[in-house]
């Protein structure tokens, strides 16, 4: 089915507070608090540029997405502008690309949920929270995009206040020289112990494999285009303000850490932000902080749901999925692909029950999560770079222009190619970057499939007309891009009137 002026049409029903909360939460992952121990352990005080480094590099790719979305407000996702500037094959990778990633990373957080929930109930089954954790995000997220929206603001509350309090509470114990485990707290503990990059070059560069699954969720805001109020206000402000938050997020709250204590003494298996407030003295700080990670991994499973719902519709009303999973419901929100994402949730009930593989599993699912990230970032570049190449007009008009120009996206993929050799220095991550491209085999086959089916050319069309489109006056509209072409059997000069 095609999104036509008759079918109901997606609810604009998150504000700027609400997209400006979204990515927050999307820029702070359970990665950092629970993987920072990992990556200070291997990389010392250098993690700081690693952190530093990424949200540079992602912050571009961020600002690319930004103006391509705002080119053309009938664009609902990366996946919408991928597909008119790629290529229908661009829309299918990315699509299924994206839920794939946000299933893979909602299963760890599904087994994540039921160990932190078992930190108050050791006796409770694992299976029961995982179970009701998935059941209560499907329920929010069934009711109204409002509701998704009000319950991600609050759990971002909760991460931010978290940071925050460490912040200040680190702080306070560096200028009080405060003493524990024959350390002192200082900020010369940064440089005191080897230096700033103690573990050499190979451990700066093993920081980045780990660093940057903390930054999925980061393009967030790119599939909440269709139900923002006023996004041509909002988006930019919510992109804009993402140098600040990894300022003050992760290069603030990790400076504060290894000033605290030398970076040596951190574990890899555990979260550095309990035991700041362990060392603080705080009473209850280890349930206070397993709260805190517990609802940033609700977060982000909730984020998942919300996201791989909105990117099945969109292929459905391409025909690269069902069309069963284009139908909203009375609430404005798709049911059925919420439901369909819900059941490869499952799956995480499935890895209680691995024992000791579980955190073998954690390794490469996450990594796997990252590489399939990285690729529906690629994407959003390869799609800028045409954009500028094909509509020169659209850039010259637009207000929210990639700085750079068209020089960034080059070095922003040649720095995903430096993560890819990364990730081949290390035994668990290059298994999962051998696994990786068995997806996008699968996937290839999958596009051939759909692309054979009877009235697939004809649906895709159909959808087309309506998304791949830039306004000429109050009642006609173009066709832009090789998907329309391919698609509807015209030229990129066709117009079309669409009420």
Same mark, same amino acid.
């Given at each position: 089915?095609?999104?036509?002026?008759?079918?109901?049409?997606?609810?604009?029903?998150?504000?700027?507070?609400?997209?400006?909360?979204?990515?927050?939460?999307?820029?702070?992952?359970?990665?950092?608090?629970?993987?920072?121990?990992?990556?200070?352990?291997?990389?010392?005080?250098?993690?700081?540029?690693?952190?530093?480094?990424?949200?540079?590099?992602?912050?571009?790719?961020?600002?690319?997405?930004?103006?391509?979305?705002?080119?053309?407000?009938?664009?609902?996702?990366?996946?919408?502008?991928?597909?008119?500037?790629?290529?229908?094959?661009?829309?299918?990778?990315?699509?299924?690309?994206?839920?794939?990633?946000?299933?893979?990373?909602?299963?760890?957080?599904?087994?994540?949920?039921?160990?932190?929930?078992?930190?108050?109930?050791?006796?409770?089954?694992?299976?029961?929270?995982?179970?009701?954790?998935?059941?209560?995000?499907?329920?929010?997220?069934?009711?109204?995009?409002?509701?998704?929206?009000?319950?991600?603001?609050?759990?971002?509350?909760?991460?931010?206040?978290?940071?925050?309090?460490?912040?200040?509470?680190?702080?306070?114990?560096?200028?009080?020289?405060?003493?524990?485990?024959?350390?002192?707290?200082?900020?010369?503990?940064?440089?005191?112990?080897?230096?700033?990059?103690?573990?050499?070059?190979?451990?700066?560069?093993?920081?980045?494999?780990?660093?940057?699954?903390?930054?999925?969720?980061?393009?967030?805001?790119?599939?909440?285009?269709?139900?923002?109020?006023?996004?041509?206000?909002?988006?930019?402000?919510?992109?804009?303000?993402?140098?600040?938050?990894?300022?003050?997020?992760?290069?603030?709250?990790?400076?504060?850490?290894?000033?605290?204590?030398?970076?040596?003494?951190?574990?890899?298996?555990?979260?550095?932000?309990?035991?700041?407030?362990?060392?603080?003295?705080?009473?209850?700080?280890?349930?206070?902080?397993?709260?805190?990670?517990?609802?940033?991994?609700?977060?982000?499973?909730?984020?998942?749901?919300?996201?791989?719902?909105?990117?099945?519709?969109?292929?459905?009303?391409?025909?690269?999925?069902?069309?069963?999973?284009?139908?909203?419901?009375?609430?404005?929100?798709?049911?059925?692909?919420?439901?369909?994402?819900?059941?490869?949730?499952?799956?995480? +009930? /499935? !890895?209680?029950?691995? %024992?000791?593989?579980?955190?073998?599993?954690? $390794?490469?699912?996450? #990594?796997?999560? @990252? =590489?399939?990230?990285?690729?529906?970032?690629?994407?959003?570049?390869?799609?800028?770079?045409?954009?500028?190449?094909?509509?020169?007009?659209?850039?010259?008009?637009?207000?929210?222009?990639?700085?750079?120009?068209?020089?960034?996206?080059? +070095? /922003? !993929?040649?720095?995903? %190619?430096?993560?890819?050799?990364?990730?081949? $220095?290390?035994?668990? #991550?290059?298994? @999962? =970057?051998?696994?990786?491209?068995?997806?996008?085999?699968?996937?290839?086959?999958?596009?051939?499939?759909?692309?054979?089916?009877?009235?697939?050319?004809?649906?895709?069309?159909?959808?087309?007309?309506?998304?791949?489109?830039?306004?000429?006056?109050?009642?006609?509209?173009?066709?832009?891009?090789?998907?329309?072409?391919?698609?509807?059997?015209?030229?990129?000069?066709?117009?079309?009137?669409?009420?």
């Amino acid at each position: 089915m095609s999104d036509t002026s008759s079918s109901p049409k997606l609810e604009r029903g998150l504000s700027n507070r609400h997209i400006q909360l979204i990515a927050i939460g999307g820029a702070i992952g359970t990665g950092l608090f629970m993987g920072s121990g990992k990556t200070i352990s291997v990389a010392g005080p250098s993690v700081i540029f690693v952190y530093m480094v990424i949200g540079f590099m992602l912050f571009f790719v961020m600002r690319a997405m930004g103006e391509l979305l705002l080119s053309n407000l009938n664009y609902k996702t990366f996946a919408d502008f991928a597909g008119d500037l790629l290529g229908p094959w661009a829309a299918f990778f990315t699509g299924w690309t994206y839920w794939f990633c946000w299933v893979v990373t909602g299963i760890a957080d599904v087994v994540a949920i039921a160990h932190y929930v078992a930190f108050w109930w050791g006796n409770l089954p694992l299976w029961i929270p995982a179970l009701a954790c998935i059941a209560l995000l499907l329920v929010l997220n069934l009711a109204t995009v409002k509701a998704f929206g009000e319950t991600e603001f609050w759990f971002s509350m909760i991460k931010i206040v978290a940071i925050c309090a460490l912040i200040v509470v680190g702080l306070v114990m560096v200028i009080t020289s405060f003493g524990h485990n024959d350390a002192t707290a200082s900020f010369n503990n940064l440089w005191a112990d080897g230096g700033m990059f103690p573990t050499g070059f190979m451990g700066f560069v093993a920081g980045f494999q780990i660093a940057v699954f903390a930054f999925v969720g980061i393009e967030l805001v790119g599939t909440t285009a269709a139900e923002t109020k006023d996004p041509e206000k909002t988006l930019p402000k919510a992109i804009n303000s993402i140098p600040i938050r990894i300022l003050i997020f992760y290069v603030g709250a990790l400076i504060i850490l290894m000033a605290v204590q030398p970076w040596r003494l951190f574990s890899a298996g555990e979260s550095p932000f309990v035991g700041m407030f362990a060392l603080a003295g705080l009473a209850g700080a280890a349930g206070i902080i397993n709260f805190v990670v517990l609802t940033s991994a609700t977060s982000s499973a909730n984020s998942g749901i919300y996201s791989t719902s909105r990117m099945i519709r969109g292929l459905a009303l391409e025909g690269d999925a069902p069309k069963a999973f284009a139908q909203l419901s009375e609430n404005k929100v798709p049911r059925n692909a919420l439901m369909f994402s819900c059941m490869f949730l499952l799956a995480g +009930v /499935v !890895l209680l029950y691995s %024992g000791d593989s579980v955190m073998v599993a954690f $390794t490469l699912v996450t #990594t796997v999560a @990252a =590489l399939c990230f990285m690729f529906v970032w690629s994407i959003i570049l390869v799609s800028y770079l045409v954009y500028r190449k094909r509509r020169p007009h659209l850039h010259a008009q637009s207000k929210f222009k990639m700085p750079g120009g068209t020089f960034m996206p080059y +070095v /922003v !993929l040649a720095f995903f %190619g430096f993560i890819l050799w990364a990730l081949t $220095t290390q035994s668990d #991550t290059l298994s @999962a =970057l051998l696994v990786t491209p068995l997806w996008f085999i699968g996937l290839a086959i999958g596009y051939r499939v759909v692309r054979r089916k009877p009235g697939h050319v004809a649906l895709r069309a159909a959808h087309v007309a309506k998304v791949a489109v830039e306004k000429e006056d109050a009642g006609a509209f173009r066709i832009h891009g090789p998907a329309a072409t391919e698609a509807a059997g015209e030229s990129e000069k066709q117009t079309v009137s669409i009420d």
